[in-house]
Every structure is written in structure tokens, then in C-alpha cells.
Antibody, heavy 125, light 107 residues
Framework: DVQLVESGGGLVQPGRALTLSCRAS????????MSWFRQAPGKGLQWVGF??????????QYAASVQGRFTISRDDSTSLASLHMDSLKIEDTAVYYC????????????????WGPGTLVTVSS | DIQMTQSPSSLSASVGDRVTITCRAS??????LAWFQQKPGKAPKSLIY???SLQSGVPSRFSGSGSGTDFSLSISGLQPEDFATYYC?????????FGQGTNVEIK
């Protein structure tokens, strides 16, 4: 079975950094893109960014609100995806989810088809 | 950015009812539309992709339709486990964006 498990969340002060990890199992991480989403307390879902697999260049794209502060990386050999968050702001407080992306057949698009349970990041002084 | 607008924001229904949720995109997205179900404290679950294709394992009482800017998710014969919040999401272009969610509650 496909399984994704996030870790690394916690309480962090504004301006500090934090790295989240996403351990994948039950599939070959190298065959998929990986994305991060977040959900602020009581709010809706927001896309944070994603990283393509090596076949499609391994490049990443980010939401404007995190561009330049957040970095997504991947290590296919250890089935691990990561989200490094720098210069954290109070408004980054949220549950962060990693998700597996699969290519949509006959298109250049990707689709999130499996999600981890999430990890809570609280940015507060 | 493409704005996704869902309606209604919430609805009350009974077991066995048929419910329909609509989602409108601020510009055409072809059929690059997904629907997710989320229960309190849980991760979203993928239900439908390409506007009308059911993910593996999703019950056939769920159906999706639409193309361009107007889409809908229908649940025929609402079951107790279907009470949740539903989100639409466009993956036509970055940034990917979600509707604000529709909370389906028990009447």
C-alpha cells in the first residue's frame, strides 16, 4: 500500500527555520512527483510547492507566498522528500501535508493521488 | 491566479439523499479538476480527477461532471461516512488552487 508519513513539525519562533520530511513507502518515489500542501487552523487547503521527478528534470515550483523562503528536495535512494522552511512567519502556521503526484495521461499535468496524515507547524514567539 | 468558487459553503442532508456541490473556475481549465474529501483531523482523500474520473476504490455513488469553468460533484444515496468537507482543485496551471470547501453535515 502507498504510505506517506510526514515528520519534523513543531513550535518554532518567527524568523527561524524548520525542515519537514516525508517518508514514502509502497511505491518507487523516483516514478513520481511530490508536493507539499498546507492547511491553516480552521481554513482551507493551500498548495505550497512541488518537485518533479528526475525524468522530468527534478525541478521545483512554489507558491508566491513561500517563493524564496521554502525549498523542496528529494532523495529517491532513501524514499524521502523534504520541505525546508526558512524565515518562518506567523502566517505559515498550518498542518503541512506531503502528497504523491502522478502524471495525468496524455497531458503535461500532475495530480495529487495520495496524501500523508500531515504534521503541524506552529510559528509563534 | 485561477480562483475556484464552490457553492454552497455548507449543506445539511440526510442519509440516502442526493447532494450536488458546484465549483466554478475564474477562467477555463479544460477538465483539469479534482475533488477531494476531508474528514476532521484527517488528510484529504482523492475522489475524482479529470473532472469525472473516479479514483480507484471510490464508491460509484460519487460522480463528477463539467468542463471549462463549471463543474459539479454529486453523491447519490448519501452514506454516514460521506459527511465531510469537499474541496475542488484545479491543476491546469500553477499555482494550483482550491475552492473554499463545502461542509456536508447531517440533517
Amino acid at each position: 500500500d502507498v504510505q506517506l508519513v510526514e515528520s519534523g513539525g513543531g513550535l518554532v519562533q518567527p524568523g527561524r527555520a524548520l525542515t519537514l520530511s516525508c517518508r514514502a513507502s509502497g511505491f518507487n518515489l523516483g516514478d513520481h512527483g511530490m508536493s507539499w500542501f498546507r492547511q491553516a487552523p480552521g481554513k482551507g487547503l493551500q498548495w505550497v510547492g512541488f518537485i518533479r521527478n528526475k525524468l522530468y528534470g527534478g525541478t521545483a515550483q512554489y507558491a508566491a507566498s513561500v517563493q524564496g523562503r521554502f525549498t523542496i528536495s528529494r532523495d529517491d535512494s532513501t524514499s524521502l522528500a523534504s520541505l525546508h522552511m526558512d524565515s518562518l512567519k506567523i502566517e505559515d502556521t498550518a498542518v503541512y501535508y506531503c502528497a504523491r503526484l502522478s502524471r495525468v495521461p496524455y497531458t503535461s499535468s500532475w495530480l495529487a493521488d495520495s496524501w500523508g496524515p500531515g504534521t503541524l507547524v506552529t510559528v509563534s514567539s | 491566479d485561477i480562483q475556484m468558487t464552490q457553492s454552497p459553503s455548507s449543506l445539511s442532508a440526510s442519509v440516502g439523499d442526493r447532494v450536488t456541490i458546484t465549483c466554478r473556475a475564474s477562467q477555463g481549465i479544460n477538465n483539469y479538476l479534482a475533488w477531494f474529501q476531508q474528514k476532521p483531523g484527517k488528510a484529504p482523500k482523492s475522489l475524482i480527477y479529470a473532472a469525472s474520473s473516479l479514483q480507484s476504490g471510490v464508491p460509484s455513488r460519487f460522480s463528477g461532471s463539467g468542463s471549462g469553468t463549471d463543474f459539479s460533484l454529486s453523491i447519490s444515496g448519501l452514506q454516514p461516512e460521506d459527511f465531510a468537507t469537499y474541496y475542488c482543485q484545479q491543476y491546469y496551471t500553477f499555482p494550483w488552487t482550491f475552492g473554499q470547501g463545502t461542509n456536508v453535515e447531517i440533517k
